[in-house]
């Protein structure tokens, strides 16, 4: 996986989320500081601490409401991956907790971070018919893919992809596939 953001998908994100209010994100980082010029509030769920702080610090000088939601996962390695399965039974707080207190739909949801087949899943769950979903690594990452029988794609730039859920949803298979990877952190 790549450390940081294209060109084009830096233009893509500003594109997406040019003029709305909210946006929920699975992984802070470069995508978050692109997203504090865009939209009005931003909800940052994380399980590495430290990077959550960086971020905010970096995004305190944009006009923007930020939100930073730990979610301890147990220690952290390498691009937030679990460091060990000590704290497994916490794993699926990363991509379920959040929605306990959200008070509605984000407008979209960028998946960067940890859990991204199942962060991917709860949103579609949760969030309004119409929101934008932006998948970090989609195109480059065929396991991700799992997920193109729930979304229609609405673009591809580099390793990004821009999706919505489908008019049609299966509710039974997004949950059968939720289960599937309710622990997978990849």
């Known amino acids: 996986m790549r450390p940081h953001l294209t060109a084009a998908e830096i233009a893509q994100i500003e594109l997406q989320l040019a003029g709305l209010a909210s946006l929920l994100e699975f992984g802070c980082g470069e995508a978050t500081l692109v997203a504090a010029r865009q939209v009005r509030r931003i909800v940052s769920v994380d399980g590495d601490p430290a990077r959550l702080g960086r971020i905010q610090a970096e995004v305190a000088r944009e006009a923007v409401e930020f939100t930073p939601v730990h979610i301890d996962v147990g220690p952290v390695g390498e691009g937030g991956y679990p460091a060990g399965e000590s704290r497994i039974r916490d794993w699926p707080r990363y991509h379920s907790h959040i929605w306990r207190g959200m008070g509605g739909s984000p407008d979209a ?9 199942a962060c991917l899943l709860q949103a ?56 599937d990877h309710y622990l997978d952190p990849d």
């Open 124 to 179: 579609i769950i949760h969030c309004k018919p119409d929101c934008v979903f932006l998948f970090r690594d989609f195109n480059s990452e065929p396991h991700y893919h799992a997920i193109l029988r729930h979304v229609e794609v609405l673009a591809r730039v580099d390793g990004l992809g821009v999706l919505r859920a489908k008019r049609q949803v299966d509710g039974t298979a997004v949950l059968h596939d939720l289960f």
């Open 109 to 117: 949801v960028s998946i960067a971070g940890r859990f991204r087949v």
